[in-house]
């Protein structure tokens, strides 16, 4: 069973830094394209980044040099550094996987959800 989880959430003052860990089990997620989604109350869930198989990186605009992406293949672990925060950063991340799956010979690709992990940057 395909499983996500997300830690290291919590509340910080804005200027802060944080470090969310997404731990995977139940499939090889180097196989899979990887990303941090968050969702701030009354908002459509964004995508704020993200990383391919191959490791390329990709970042929101709302985050772009303040946040950082990277994945420890051996741990399964998928990490998101989030430096400078700031209070509209506030929301609940979510690790997602993007993981290819074989179907009768045609590719397919199965998304998995973290539960998500809460994030709150006071001023």
Request: aromatic share 10%; charged share 20%.
């Amino acid at each position: 069973q395909v499983q996500l989880v997300e830690s290291g959430g919590g509340s910080v003052q804005a200027g802060g830094s944080l470090k969310l860990s997404c731990a995977g089990s139940g499939y090889d997620f180097s196989r899979c394209g990887m990303g941090w989604y968050r969702q701030a109350p009354g908002k459509e869930r964004e995508l704020v980044s993200s990383i391919s198989s191959g490791g390329t990186t990709r970042y929101g605009d709302p985050v772009k040099g303040r946040f950082t992406i990277s994945q420890d293949n051996a741990k399964n672990t998928l990490y998101l550094q989030m430096n400078s925060l700031k209070t509209e950063d506030t929301a609940v991340y979510y690790c997602a996987a993007d993981c290819p799956r074989r179907v009768w010979g045609v590719m397919r690709v199965d998304k998995y959800w973290g539960q998500g992990t809460q994030v709150t940057v006071s001023s």
